[in-house]
């Protein structure tokens, strides 16, 4: 808070000056208090005090009612305290009061429509997702060549992108403004003719068709050994092309000149190989190409019959995916919701596995052009290699391309004005983050003109850093499970130990919620156990304990999953997941004593990218707890020096930033307080 002596000279120096401008006018002192209480709410909103903010806001607004500015201000703190609909009711209020055809109207018109779709109960059907080109990574521009007939296309985290060079004989790694970051072209002798990359773990597989041969590279893709050898044989290869992982890290080759799918263990030793000539109820392949491993099946599709065919990871045949229509089926790959991604000629289909169901999610270029390869990135978009066009086409939602990017200016920090730095948040319209943007796409502006000196500080995604807070259910449920408690404590401790994160807090969820230290806050004290331990209050402080942390950040709720009647009873569970999704807070669970997780558990997870994580799963739970490091985050750093004249730091200074991707945009407009002369 300002001390009195500070706000003393605040108050005179605001009254000095107004009297300035008014000469011998009567002095609005509704308009200085208003000014005033504005002025620590911005402050306390940067500090994320969102409480204190909505305080002052309405104190502010109490003196001036309607005014647009406090309005909007008064939003933005409603909508990070996760209280989405009350902050609706302030942008529509400042919209009006703007005039809905202003600048601020209609910027403020695009937020609330955003916000409000992701609240709708009745979200766009599936079935009518449609995507369209967005852009283009081309394999040449006039006489420069960056790559030439690809393939396959493998997506990164970061929002960049593997691309098999069959035609130029390497792998080139690309970022999201299609820029080439990097180029690997194998060992001594090189790659020979490469067609294929999947990853798994730390390692990277990529099929070379003229070579006979699989290379292990390692995750930045320098090469580490070889599997298998060209031949005729067990073990051997001739014109391996597709490749495919399952979930036990087993390798499946396809290997089109024996017309068959070979299969390898993690140590890259020989298993067994299947298909071949037909068999029993199997026709044989004809022209295997794509493939795809998913819970214990073995998806291949095979060219020439315009067939998937099944088969168990025993290489027992299972029968056909009865898919209709297929044009000349090549590149098979998994969504993470179970869908199956199909490149149809110049077609990208999702197929369901289950009930063979298929919608065409678009098309690249026309119908003599040959998609080999598809995937989805880390923004979701389509990736398509385009081998006879030579180059990788970029397909996004259409519904996206309309709405743009939804940008959000999440903090100004100016303690060290003149140099200002804000935090910038950059999600699509469904809130799922847009990662590997760099200075490149950003622009800050100040009072209608270019910042100066405008510098990209650093982006969330690049961290391999999360802060955790741990909230501990104490409730009956849980009190004989203490050893489970403290197993799972011990776990998220290691994870915090091997330097992948730091944690924060660890909150007791008893019916007076505290923060407890480790390791006597894993087991807690034995009043603590209460069957009306507040789940909410729990969450609220956990959640606070990490808004001034790491942009990666995640709550670990340990649980026998289930909540107790008090769970929401000052916070709702929309609100809860509201205002952990506003401020970028992962929501996962660790389950103790064999139960399975409630359904508002369940939600808050899905909402916010979590998991539910039995404590005694055969995987264990520290691997996954390690991998929220890698939780794609779409917040941003960039710093300016402000040219504005600050009033001796009275005066509200505007920012605005606008973000470009391809053929999209976004753009917020905010402003701030410099520290008082």
Not at 143 to 156: C, D, F, H, S
Not at 198 to 224: C, K, N
Not at 397 to 414: I, P, T
Not at 615 to 630: I, M
Request: contains cysteine.
């Amino acid at each position: 808070m300002m001390s009195p002596r500070r706000r003393f000279a605040l108050f005179a120096a605001l009254f000095f000056f107004t009297l300035l401008a008014l000469g011998a006018q009567a002095v609005d002192m509704d308009a200085l208090y208003a000014e005033e209480q504005f002025r620590i709410g911005v402050q306390a909103f940067n500090r994320y005090a969102f409480n204190e903010a909505i305080l002052s806001f309405e104190r502010a607004l109490s003196f001036r009612p309607g005014e647009a500015l406090i309005l909007d201000w008064l939003g933005r703190a409603y909508y990070r305290s996760g209280m989405e609909e009350t902050a609706l009711r302030q942008w529509r209020a400042a919209a009006q009061a703007y005039g809905w055809n202003s600048d601020e109207g209609m910027l403020l018109g695009s937020r609330v429509e955003t916000v409000g779709n992701r609240r709708g109960l009745l979200p766009v059907n599936d079935d009518e997702v449609r995507y369209v080109e967005a852009g283009r990574y081309p394999g040449s521009y006039g006489e420069n060549v960056y790559y030439r007939q690809p393939t396959a296309v493998l997506p990164l985290e970061d929002g960049s992108v593997w691309v098999v060079a069959y035609g130029s004989n390497e792998i080139v790694r690309i970022d999201v403004n299609g820029l080439v970051l990097d180029r690997k072209r194998g060992p001594l002798n090189g790659f020979d003719r490469p067609y294929d990359l999947v990853s798994w773990g730390d390692r990277l597989y990529l099929s070379e068709y003229r070579g006979g041969r699989v290379s292990v590279l390692s995750s930045g893709g320098d090469w580490v050994s070889y599997i298998g050898t060209r031949g005729l044989g067990d073990g051997n290869l001739l014109g391996p092309q597709n490749l495919a992982v399952d979930e036990d890290g087993y390798l499946y080759v396809v290997d089109y000149g024996n017309r068959r799918v070979v299969k390898f263990d993690p140590d890259g030793n020989f298993i067994l190989s299947f298909g071949g000539a037909a068999r029993g109820a199997f026709p044989g392949f004809l022209s295997p190409t794509g493939i795809a491993a998913r819970d214990g099946l073995i998806y291949t599709a095979d060219g020439a019959a315009k067939r998937i065919y099944v088969h168990d990871s025993n290489g027992a045949y299972r029968g056909e995916l009865a898919v209709r229509d297929l044009a000349g089926p090549e590149s098979l790959r998994f969504l993470s919701d179970g869908g199956l991604l199909v490149a149809d000629t110049n077609r990208i289909l999702l197929v369901d596995p289950y009930s063979a169901l298929v919608r065409v999610l678009g098309t690249a270029g026309n119908s003599r052009l040959r998609i080999t390869g598809v995937a989805m990135d880390a923004n979701g978009n389509l990736l398509a290699a385009n081998f006879d066009a030579g180059e990788i086409s970029v397909l996004t939602r259409l519904d996206d391309m309309a709405s743009g990017l939804f940008v959000q200016v999440e903090r100004v920090n100016a303690e060290n004005f003149p140099q200002v730095s804000v935090d910038v948040l950059v999600q699509d319209r469904l809130r799922r983050p847009v990662v590997g943007l760099d200075a490149r796409n950003f622009l800050v502006g100040e009072a209608g003109a270019a910042a100066q000196a405008q510098q990209f500080v650093s982006a969330a995604y690049r961290s391999a850093f999360v802060d955790l807070s741990v909230l501990v259910e104490r409730s009956p449920r849980t009190l004989p499970l203490r050893d489970d408690l403290e197993a799972a404590l011990g776990d998220i401790g290691q994870v915090v130990a091997g330097g992948r994160g730091r944690l924060r807090s660890v909150v007791s969820a008893g019916a007076q919620p505290r923060r407890e230290s480790l390791p006597a806050g894993a087991r807690g004290d034995l009043a603590d156990y209460d069957s009306l331990w507040r789940f909410d209050l729990g969450l609220r402080l956990a959640a606070t304990d990490l808004l001034a942390g790491e942009k990666r950040r995640a709550v670990v709720f340990v649980s026998s999953g289930e909540l107790s009647p008090a769970a929401f009873e000052r916070y709702g569970l929309s609100e809860l997941a509201a205002y952990l999704a506003n401020n970028g807070i992962v929501f996962h669970t660790v389950l103790v004593g064999g139960a399975d997780a409630s359904e508002e558990i369940r939600y808050l997870c899905r909402e916010t990218g979590g998991e539910v994580l039995p404590l005694y799963r055969p995987q264990g739970v520290r691997g996954a707890l390690e991998k929220l490091a890698q939780v794609p985050t779409g917040s941003y750093n960039i710093s300016y020096r402000s040219q504005l004249p600050t009033n001796f730091g009275t005066a509200y200074l505007p920012v605005d930033v606008e973000v470009y991707l391809m053929e999209r945009s976004g753009r917020d407009a905010t402003g701030y307080f410099p520290p008082l002369e």
